[in-house]
């Protein structure tokens, strides 16, 4: 039930700067009342009327949690002065406003906004500083007349002050013009919102403003399946059918669109096509830059090559497969070369040949992946420094999430003679720009993955694309080692991937399947394994060595169920546990919990030796050390040895992470994987997905449920179409020697 109280914000406890999030006492008339929620620019001192609902906090008690706000203006002496006092206007404190008051009474707002020149009546005021006043006094008072406006259409405060920056006191004006203009310039705005907005406001449905806004609405849909662009005739039957207007108006939308260079048509093998402008500049840059590297002059490295590759094998004590000489070799002939292979066959080995070569040949080298634990993990398999790719670029970031980017670019370029990346088949094809922006002509990549894994999840199929095309080196290492041929996990996964049932419960093998028949029993029997048989099978961590990989979010052996079951049982709550809960999760000390999304502004601190940095990134693990509800903080454990806080605000970037889905366990690996495998949408239980999930593991794999449904997974080979467009670019190269610009 909403209510609405009237007082003085006395006191501020807790303030986010970057979203306007406080915990502060309202005094009323009855009592302090404490107050949580986006109050942006709300200083102590301020007479709000605030509206909103009570809630019970587990440690503090009973709350309001605000929904809407206004400022009360002060219309006494004292309440003038106090909010003069209060430190809400720039170059007014508490002396300075009991001067103002002094001199001007009731009359001391009117003076700041209509006639500031009168402030220099006052000992200490000057023009510049008048002015200062009366400025500040007017971002106040636009700010506000933003949120009041906004408030009326159910935009936050949080969205207000975005708003506000953007469009400064134009604000109101440009929204009641067109409010769709806020999915295109506001982050975190987008069509649905602004849509809402718009009807709110009484704009007619059928608005071109509308139908535009709904169209590149609907690319952005289809890029997060992974495409770069769309069958024109599909975006026009969609669009159509999500706004509920006539197709012909959605065919006009697309014509201006195009006319104004915010969507690319283009006809691409025989049909028209749409692209979204980022996603076609990329596909452009990608291929020419591509073409150019694998044209350019490099030193071919050939002399005394293979005496070389042969001192390797003595003095590494290994014997190289046919296709890894073959690899060594085209990385020291070509500008770009790609490496790919399934489990087993020798990709680090290779990779750490070729780099023992460059280095003897005094070449400088950068190593990278697309997310922390890949990089990592490369690290760890070369000996040598990798990075992620954002890294590696120096991501950077502005005021605002729109000023982001990379700092290594055309103007500064990667200064270094070869860049090896490992798992391409991560990379999207708007990474894959920014990389290839960053490398010079001259220099070497070589660019190593598993093109059988499961593609990016940002839109494109650069790996794939990339092979397809013919016009890149590409050398295959298909050859599974005598020691990799104990391992049924990389047995069963080259039968996977080649559409063979996997062996299963072979005697003192590493590869189980346990029948279990309704998820119900499944996901027991997960439950059962990771508390109990498997840590008594092999004394395996329940927490650290054991990852449960799922294939959905939802259901009874989805991500979300799992993780909370998991969690009852692996870290069940205590009295010396601290908790907090956060809307539909709670995160419990002890905690195994996932990063979300890459912060390279979050500070972390080395438990060894104090050593500080930056960054925390995309698929990471931690585990929760310490929740703090006094400070608002929850402190996270990563990599054993960083320790990370984090403001309550920022929990939204963790998940907990006992169970996490396929698609996100790419580019990791664990002691041991346990899956469910149960019915679900055939384009979800594929082949590859089940291939994912098998090569994630090291040491052992447990598969729970129906043989009949693993057998589905196997035969089903249906790789989901991915509309990307580098392929066809790079084989119009090909066949006809030019690149379209």
Known sequence: ?????????????????????????????????????????????????????????????????????????????????????????????????????????????????????????????GQAKANMIAEAFQEQRELREVMLFLQLFGVTPNYAVKIYKRYGDEAVGRIKENPYRLADDIIGIGFKMADTIAKRMGIDPQSPYRVMCGIKYMLGQYSLEGHTYIQREELVESTAKMLEVHRNLVEDGITNLALNYDIQLENLEGEIVVFGMPYYYAELYVCKKLIELGQGEIDRLTDGLTAEIDAIEKNSGIELAENQRAAIEAACKNGVLVITGGPGTGKTTTINSIIKIFENQNLTMALAAPTGRAAKRMSEATGREAKTIHRLLEYSFGEDDAAMGFTKNEEEPLPVDVVIIDEMSMVDILLMKALMKAITLGTRVILVGDVDQLPSVGPGNVLKDIIDSQIIPVVKLDQIFRQAQESMIIVNAHRINKGHYPYINSKDKDFYFITKKSQEQIAQTIKDLCKERLPKYNNFDPIKDIQVLTPMKKGQVGMYQMNNELQQILNPPHISKEEKEMKDKRFRVGDKVMQMKNNYNLKWKKLEDGIEGEGVFNGDFGYIQEIDHEEREMVVLFDEEKLVKYDFAQLEELELAYCITIHKSQGSEFPVVVMP?????????????????????????????????????????????????????????????????
């Open 1 to 125: 039930m909403s209510v609405e109280i009237q007082g003085i914000l006395s006191e501020i406890i807790f303030r986010n700067e970057a979203n306007g999030y406080i915990v502060g006492v309202l005094d009323t008339e009855e009592k302090p009342v404490t107050i949580v929620g986006y109050m942006p620019m709300m200083n102590q001192g301020e007479n709000l009327a605030v509206q909103g609902k009570w809630i019970q906090h587990p440690v503090y008690g009973e709350q309001l949690e605000i929904v809407s706000y206004r400022q009360v203006v002060p219309n006494t002496i004292e309440g003038i002065e106090n909010y003069l006092a209060s430190g809400v206007i720039k170059g007014i404190g508490a002396k300075t406003a009991k001067k103002i008051v002094e001199q001007f009474g009731k009359d001391a707002l009117d003076v700041i906004q209509y006639s500031p020149h009168m402030l220099m009546k006052i000992e200490g005021i």
């Open 677 to 741: 495998v149960c019915w679900g949408p055939p384009m979800l239980l594929t082949r590859n997905l089940l291939y994912t999930a098998v090569t994630r593991a090291k040491e052992l794999v447990v598969l729970v449920g129906m043989e009949s449904n693993l057998k589905e997974m196997v035969n089903n080979n249906r790789i989901i179409r991915r509309n990307s467009g580098l392929g066809t670019r790079l084989k119009r190269f090909l066949t006809e020697n030019l690149i379209e610009f």
